[in-house]
């Protein structure tokens, strides 16, 4: 899949060569916030990824900051089989700046152009307040509260629009 060209960011589909600069911007904030135990763990996840990626069981895409051409995140729309499909986190650094917004617009874009879906979701925990409001100013809408592996979380749905 070729590269998708924002006004901010580039998504490129992950791939082999970009774990080292995914895991050097998966700063501890971000890790705690998505209660994933270690680097190495994440490692697993991102290799298990690739997997999925070859069997199109996911669209999974690295952030990168346009003008530096830097890692800064990542964004995954999981199969229907998953609850909360979307899994996704951005540097600290550019929270609050768009750029979030910018990705999950053009992620949502190639997800419903490639599938038949009328939605996806997402799960937020209930205190991490700053990723529900961003998932709402984004366009996500409230479905309902659900118990999580770690507490009470927000289910949210993307419609097609």
Known sequence: MDPIIGS???LRQFGYMDIASYLEAF???VQHGLHVSSVQAEHAYLVDRLTKI???KTLFFIIFEKVNNV???AIE???REHSGQLYCWLHPRYWGKKFFRES???ASRVYFSLTNALYFTARVD???IRSYKALKKCGFVDYQLVEGAYGKQFE???RKR
């Open 156 to 158: 949210l749905l993307l």
């Open 104 to 106: 999950l617009m053009l």
């Open 27 to 29: 700063v501890p904030i």
């Open 54 to 56: 070859k069997e199109r």
């Open 77 to 79: 729309i999981r199969g």
């Open 126 to 128: 209930i205190d991490n």
């Open 71 to 73: 890692c800064i995140g």
């Open 8 to 10: 901010h960011i580039i």
